[in-house]
């Protein structure tokens, strides 16, 4: 994460962080992989790829959005302009923090190479990979229709259409998801159940601290948006009050 808080630097935007974020589990991935001293699992070559299938999508997607757009307002409540030692202090809440939990959350990742491969419980290994599959969809398809959305000259205020009509974070829903499931078959794989606190972690994550929470705190005065939220669930798909 240092050097992609230098990239901020010389880009002057610390959002940079947010492209770094699937990118830096997919390095945990395979250095975990590299770094294990023995032939990896089935189950660690499956969640080395879908990491990075995660990971990859998700920087992309985020590059895109973002590379004509100023810095997100998110990481400017974070690090304020004035804010004495301004780098030093972005690199500590924003870089160190999240090298901190991407170490934390990808914990199952890490296990699997570092355990002892069983791969006797296949059942499980095939409902982990529904469940990613279920939640990288449910992602990617909420960031395209919010992509869509807002491509359009004339809109409605209020994206209430698709997935978006059942749950107002269909892409946080689906990325917490999908950890769910990469968590599923590290446990298939022999890893020990305490892994769980990454999920957990990031599960916790989104929905009390810095996902869900930062986006409905902006719009807490938006009339139009609080007439959506009356009706939609506010993570887990559910179907809209009438």
Do not use: C
Request: proline residues 5%.
């Amino acid at each position: 994460m240092t050097a992609w808080h230098v990239v901020s630097r010389i880009q002057k935007r610390n959002d940079v962080a947010d492209i770094a974020w699937g990118l830096g589990f997919v390095l945990v991935a395979w250095l975990s992989m590299a770094l294990a001293g023995h032939a990896p699992s089935f189950e660690g070559w499956l969640v080395a790829v879908l990491v990075t299938v995660w990971g990859a999508r998700l920087a992309v997607h985020i590059y895109l959005r973002n590379r004509k757009k100023s810095e997100d307002k998110r990481y400017k409540e974070i690090v304020p302009e004035g804010t004495a030692f301004r780098g030093l202090v972005a690199y500590a809440k924003v870089f160190l923090l999240q090298g901190i939990l991407i170490w934390i959350i990808s914990m199952p990742v890490q296990a699997v190479f570092f355990s002892q491969p069983s791969s006797v419980w296949s059942g499980l290994v095939a409902m982990g990979v529904v469940v990613w599959v279920f939640g990288i969809v449910f992602e990617a398809i909420g960031d395209y229709q919010l992509s869509r959305f807002l491509q359009q000259k004339k809109r409605p205020e209020v994206l209430s259409t698709g997935l978006w009509r059942y749950t107002r974070h269909p892409n946080y829903f689906g990325e917490v998801t999908l950890w769910w499931g990469v968590w599923l078959i590290a446990v298939a794989s022999g890893v020990r159940p305490w892994t769980v606190v990454g999920p957990l972690t990031i599960t916790g994550l989104i929905l009390f601290v810095s996902g869900v929470p930062m986006l409905e705190r902006r719009y807490k005065d938006d009339a139009n948006y609080q007439r959506y939220a009356e009706k939609t669930s506010k993570f887990l798909p559910l179907p809209p009050k009438s």
